[in-house]
């Protein structure tokens, strides 16, 4: 009787795709996106309406300036916030790495909990635990809600750049580390004058992918009372009577501005990733 030996093969592992190989956003994906926009929002703005009321068109046209200066006051704010959430996010990764345990303990222990809470809860309490006004030597200083809405959402910011700063550091070949030490550099001109400016070009790309995530989560700003963007569309809606006609081109807009301002931050992001890939 015949005997086949039968060999085990080995299990075929899906090749790892190259970075080439991988999905990225292209030109045409955004623009496939604003023309459904715009397509959605035709048959609405040329329906037969009301003689007596004006066309969508017109009260867009009529409107689309206070939308527009609503929808700066949400670049102010994401670029506040973005300011105040790197510095305090980058001192906060530098406690992640330091050689104190009790400070690293409690920068790693910050970062989390931050980086683990909701953005919405976060926004609510600064708005409600923080004073409407506080004195200074008897002067009375106001803390309007657009200011406690940049510090609600630089927390978030904050522990994600504590992460960002945390791993680009420690992504360097341990070798920066003990070449600097052999030349009799000090902790601190090892960190500042080799380590965090090789890590910038690491830091940059997610740093601006998380921008564009903190820009279109500047809306959450509205439901805590701010007049931005979402809340001045509201406010449209209701001075003109409410009327469901408008609801589809007015957010429309809305997600038009969100769009045309993040898209090309996405595409640069991309860029910078390609540019400053680490090949290991």
């Known amino acids: 009787m015949n005997t086949q030996k039968h060999k085990i093969l080995p299990v075929m ?41 004006a066309s969508i068109l017109e009260v867009l046209t009529r ?104 791993g ?16 009799a550099f000090s902790r601190n001109q090892v960190l500042w004058r080799i380590i965090l400016p090789q890590c910038v070009k690491r830091m940059l790309p997610p740093w601006m992918n998380l921008y564009s995530i903190l820009t279109m989560a500047t809306v959450l700003a509205s439901i805590v009372g701010v007049s931005e963007v979402m809340t001045l569309t509201g406010q449209i809606l209701a001075a003109e009577g409410g009327r469901s006609d408008l609801l589809i081109p007015m957010y429309s807009f809305v997600l038009f501005l969100f769009f045309i301002y993040c898209y090309p931050i996405a595409r640069w992001t991309v860029r910078l990733e390609k540019k400053f890939a680490v090949i290991t």
């Open 168 to 183: 680009a550091v420690q992504s360097l070949p341990s070798g920066q580390w003990e070449a600097a030490e052999s030349l």
């Open 63 to 166: 409107w689309m300036p206070l939308m527009l200066k609503g929808f700066i006051f949400n670049i102010v704010i994401s670029v506040l916030a973005m300011a105040v959430g790197t510095i305090s996010g980058a001192a906060l990764g530098l406690g992640q790495i330091s050689l104190n345990p009790f400070v690293r303990k409690f920068a790693w222990f910050v970062t989390q909990f931050f980086r683990n809470a909701p953005w919405l809860v976060l926004l609510f309490f600064a708005m409600f635990l923080l004073p409407f006004e506080f004195k200074i030597f008897g002067l009375t200083i106001p803390l309007p809600d657009w200011l406690k809405a940049i510090f609600g959402l630089s927390l978030p910011v904050m522990a994600n750049v504590s992460e960002i700063v945390r």
């Open 13 to 53: 592992m899906a090749p790892r795709p190259r970075p080439d190989d991988r999905f990225h956003l292209q030109p045409w994906h955004g623009l496939v996106l604003v023309a459904v926009c715009i397509i959605a929002t035709i048959p609405a703005a040329f329906a037969a309406t009301d003689p007596e009321r």
